[in-house]
């Protein structure tokens, strides 16, 4: 399977915590296009994808419509050009989650948002709180670079 195929069936498969999963083919036009803008950036080992990151760089309307919970499609929008970088999925193989692909990905994260000036996500939680995470770039970067 190439790189797109991958992740169509990590989506299918994996991605248990969607509430609504894609039908294939628009799975794999999504995964397609947001692949080649940039906006789903992975991490591979002898051709398999074991982990990937989706990344939203938009503005702050299109944040206060996440927020809000309307309507907003990273597939249909400038979702590449925003100086606040949203991740919007993250997904690392169960067997590499100790090791090189999570500090791989780390480095390809803040390569991709090195624009960004905030950094914003949800944090998924085994409980019905999800709380919004904010970071300014000053912030983000001395907490995950201390004494590296």
Known sequence: MNTIEQLNDIHQKEEFWLKKKMPEEESLRYHSTMHERGNIVTAERDGKVVGYFEVWKINFEQWGRIVCHAPISGYLEDVQSGNIAYVANVWIDKAYRQG?????????????????????????????SQPVKVFKKEDLVSRFYKGE
Do not use: I
């Open 100 to 128: 090189s692909v999570v500090k791989e990905l780390k480095k390809k994260f803040f390569e991709t948002t090195y624009m960004c000036d905030y950094f914003v996500g949800q944090a998924l939680r085994k409980t019905a």
